[in-house]
């Protein structure tokens, strides 16, 4: 008989929480969406690492599985926040109904499993679906980093069982996690807190205004210090920096909702003037109660944003530091007179060549142009006491070999080749320089890729190229070769040659051996180990702050509805409506992300400055990798700001 | 000023219509205080939110000073709304992210007045109703007396011609109620406030100068209150009530 009554009230039960599920991945769609992308990065992520056929694309590639790792703790631990923040706040809004079934006679236990088998069931159905998407989400990655290293990609669907049980065992986790709060909270739950729950009033953090506005002045002070010393290059300082910025975000969104009104009580007119009123109203209600969470979430935008920014920069420092070796098949730069026929023999006997050019680049005798250029820029790194020169006929061969288009040399002058950082401070030089008895007057300057980043190579940042005979009698400072190699040099050939170079000299410093090849896949390499990552967590951050945003002002639209009802009987018509509503939508989700874009920008300026002169250009340059961080950031957030501004645009404006 | 000219409402599908206002026909003249009084489910909402246009009329006209209600555009419905009525509702329907001088001054805001002035309008309002103590408090903060002489501060601050309360009282004790009503009488009688109350309240009925009984959508009687005392007119009122057909608890 009990066995009867426990098994009839199991399926009742079963079936209410089904019917919860349901209704709830209705009410909270743009949570279900959250998490069902989070089971898709979850599994792709790992999929990368459990794939063998991406971890042997290179040697380095063996550190792919450690760096996701790394970075899945943290996803993993912020999209338990978002389901425990989620959960929880989806518990007290039905506080009434699993309320009610407590006055109805359910025991807090059972109401418990109700509510954990209802949420057990979304985080299911979330799983599942994100595994299927997350398989397809594995494919776009894996063809992005098989693009990266140049190899063909082939679409082959299927699962990985490693894979598909560690995002099991990750999700297990959150969820794990966010329902046993929830099942201790209702298990305690009195059935008045429930039911009367949504008659609290919030908590107010701060109470005294004067506490506030001088909370609000101090973390001002507190954030202009901390984006300074957050670019300090002492780690101890970065770090207290960083400090000073979770303090004045905690201090800011806590004391802000008592600035607004007092700014608004001294100014009646401003007040009252078109829609500010309401706008200013509701925020200020909002914000007055949600500063702590406003403050977490500006600091998971800050980490987003830092996150995006410092993986262009990397992706930047190695696509263009490789950019200016990956110019030649193969270099090789011998210093301190040291006999290069050990490479040549060795090239010669196993590297298939097209076409090859040995060469030397020789020392002016002085430094006036290194002079001009240093006081025309604000940094010049040099190797060379003296100005390199190439001669014309191996100037003109090397470009040939690299593929670019041929020049002239006009008669009695010279030519500057030169990283682009110099372009215009070498435009700018007029002088004639003298070599021996000839003296020439300046020619052009050309700016491709020529190896010129380094100490045995073509000059550091430029090298003058002069007439054949102007090099008579002039110092060599290293021998150099470069090839156009019939087939990309091998990984085993790249290392030989540098077995070769540690066998016959004391040390790396002054010989420089570079291949095509291996500078791409390094590139590769060092993208899928950093960039990767880092794009992950950034993902992953921007979409757990978006959606508990997104919860919340859709959470309001009960409230929303009956104001705008309200505001309709008093003459607003809807134009205004949707005006005030766009406005405080704006406010609302750009609140969060102004502390972020100023600090993170000045940040990742920085950041980008840091490498050597000529590496971050173009696409690659501060100013760009600042616009592109930001625009993937606004993009993602748009997506669910537009989603919510739809959503609740439907819901709460009268028809 | 109002001109109600048979107008009717229907509600429901083709196979199963509900008549909520059967021909109802009356007039309002300027600075009168008018009841219309009915058992639940007589139509006096449904006739008041035709009337403030929050509700469409299916056959009929409404005319307010000359222009009919249904000739105006949704925009021009907003304008006149904003500009010719003010609206008090049982539960006040203040906003609670406003303080009460928020709240009134609200309603000039939404008519674009100089928003130098509003806060001097709200403030001689609040003064004549007597609320001037607590226009820097939150709708929570305040008594249900206080909120309901806040909609009507708010109902009339931008000088509309017509105020339209919906069981005003219904939601108020005894003497919060005799408070707000004899502010209403005040505002009727010296700032010349034309009132149109919907109640079932035969007490809040009592203090207009007329009275409509609805019953079943119709327009079943009228008292008029002429030169009688207030209790006098009152023991009409249930007398009416009474003959209304319904037991008078429904009603009282």
């Known amino acids: 008989m009990c066995w009867q009554r426990w098994g009839v009230m199991s399926v009742t039960l079963s079936k209410l929480s089904l019917r919860n599920a349901k209704r709830q991945a209705q009410d909270y769609l743009v949570y279900f969406v959250t998490v069902v992308m989070a089971a898709a990065l979850l599994y792709s992520f790992n999929a990368l690492t459990f794939s063998q056929e991406i971890n042997t694309l290179a040697q380095s590639m063996e550190m792919l599985p450690a760096m996701v790792a790394m970075a899945t703790v943290v996803v993993v631990c912020v999209f338990g926040w978002l389901v425990a923040y989620a959960t929880k706040f989806m518990l007290l809004r039905r506080g009434r109904e699993l309320g009610t079934y407590l006055l109805i006679g359910l025991e807090n236990r059972q109401v418990a499993r109700l ?192 996150s995006e920014g410092s993986g262009l920069v990397f992706q930047g420092l190695f696509e263009g530091r490789a950019a200016e070796n990956a110019c030649f098949d193969l270099y090789l730069g011998v210093g301190d007179g040291r006999d290069p026929t050990v490479y040549t023999d060795y090239i010669e006997e196993n590297i298939p060549v097209e076409r090859s050019l040995e060469y030397q680049v020789y020392l002016s005798g002085g430094h006036t142009v290194r002079d001009y250029i240093e006081s025309q820029t604000v940094y010049y790194y040099f190797n060379f006491v003296q100005e390199p020169v190439l001669r014309w006929s191996d100037y003109a061969a090397l470009r040939s070999i690299a593929g670019y288009r041929a020049v002239e040399l006009p008669e009695g002058q010279y030519l500057f080749h030169c990283m682009t950082y110099l372009e215009d401070a070498l435009k700018s030089y007029d002088r004639p320089l003298t070599f021996g008895d000839i003296t020439l007057q300046p020619g052009g300057v050309y700016t491709e890729h020529l190896s010129q980043s380094g100490g045995t190579v073509n000059g550091r940042g430029y090298i003058l190229v002069v007439p054949d005979e102007a090099v008579e009698g002039l110092e060599v400072h290293h021998w150099a070769y470069v090839a156009k190699t019939a087939q990309p040099v091998t990984r085993a050939q790249f290392y030989d040659l540098w077995d070769i170079n540690e066998r016959t000299s004391s040390g790396i410093a002054s010989n420089a051996i570079t291949t095509r090849a291996n500078e791409e896949a390094e590139v590769a390499t060092q993208t899928a180990l950093c960039v990767f990552p880092l794009f992950y967590l950034a993902l992953s951050l921007t979409m757990t ?111 | 000023m109002l001109q109600v000219q048979n107008i009717e409402k229907y509600y429901g599908s083709k196979n199963n219509v509900t008549k909520a206002l059967d021909r109802v026909s009356f007039d309002v003249e300027a600075g009168e205080f008018l009841a219309i009084m009915g058992a639940s489910g007589s139509g006096k909402t449904t006739l008041l939110n035709c009337i403030s246009t929050i509700d469409t009329i299916s056959a009929g006209k409404i005319l307010l000073n000359g222009v ?56 001689e309002v609040a003064g004549r109703l007597g609320i001037t103590d607590i226009l820097t408090k939150f709708p929570y903060q305040v008594s249900g007396g206080q909120k309901q002489r806040a909609a009507c501060a708010r109902a009339m601050v931008a000088g509309q011609s017509l105020l339209l309360a919906d069981e005003p009282t219904g939601a108020l004790d005894s003497k919060a109620s005799k408070n707000l009503l004899e502010i209403m009488t005040a505002m009727n009688r010296d700032m010349g406030a034309t009132i149109l109350m919907v109640t079932h309240d035969a007490y809040s009925a009592s203090y207009a100068k007329r009275v409509l009984f609805l019953k079943d959508g119709r327009v079943f009687n009228e008292l008029l209150r002429g030169e009688r005392g207030r209790p006098v007119f009152y023991h009409e009122i249930l007398d009416v009530l009474a003959a209304l057909g319904g037991d008078v608890s429904d009603v009282i």
């Not at chain 1, 009033?201 to 506005?213: F, L, M, P, S």
């Not at chain 2, 009525?85 to 203040?94: I, M």
Request: proline fraction near 4%.
């Open chain 1, 115 to 306: 509510f954990f088998l209802e949420n057990l069931a979304v985080g299911g159905c979330a799983l599942a679906l994100g595994t299927v998407l997350g398989g397809l989400l594995y494919q776009a990655f894996r063809a992005l980093t098989l693009a990266l290293f140049k190899q063909p990609y082939r679409f082959s669907f299927g699962f990985s069982l490693p894979a598909l049980g560690l995002t099991a065992v990750c999700f297990g986790l959150i969820y794990l996690f966010a329902l046993g709060r929830s099942r201790k909270y209702i298990r305690k739950a009195k059935i008045h807190h429930l039911i009367y729950f949504d008659r609290l009033n919030e908590g107010v953090v701060i109470q005294t205004r004067k506490k506030r506005r001088w909370i609000f002045g101090a973390s001002i002070l507190l954030g202009v210090v901390g984006t300074g010393l957050l670019m300090v290059r002492d780690l101890a300082i970065a770090t207290a920096g960083a400090g000073c910025l979770i303090l004045f975000l905690f201090g800011f969104f806590l004391s802000f909702a008592s600035g607004v009104p007092a700014f608004f009580d001294k100014r009646p007119a401003r007040k009252y003037r078109g829609v500010t009123l309401l706008v200013f109203r509701t925020l200020t209600a909002k914000l007055a109660t949600m500063g702590v969470l406003m403050a977490t979430i500006s600091m998971i935008f800050t980490a987003t944003i830092l």
């Open chain 2, 68 to 123: 009919s209600v249904a000739d105006l555009s949704e925009h021009e419905l907003a304008k006149f709304r904003r500009e010719r009525l003010g609206f008090v509702f049982q539960d006040f329907n203040l906003l609670d992210t406003l303080t009460i001088e928020e709240n009134i001054g609200l309603a000039l805001s939404l008519n674009h007045q100089d928003p130098g002035t509003v806060q001097n309008q709200v403030r």
């Open chain 1, 545 to 655: 702050a978006a959606t508990i945003l997104t919860i919340q002002q859709l959470s309001e639209s009960e409230r929303y509805k009956r104001q705008f009802s309200l505001l309709q009987k008093l003459g607003m018509n809807r134009r205004e409506m949707a005006k005030a509503l766009r406005t405080q939508f704006a406010i609302y989700y750009a609140l969060p992300a102004v502390p972020p874009v100023l600090i993170g920008a000045p940040f990742i300026l920085h950041l980008a400055s840091l490498p050597e002169p000529g590496v971050m250009v173009g696409m690659s340059s501060p100013l760009s990798i600042v616009t592109i961080s930001l625009g993937i950031f606004f993009l993602i957030y748009a997506i669910y700001i537009l989603l919510a501004y739809t959503s609740l645009k439907r819901n709460v404006l009268p028809q």
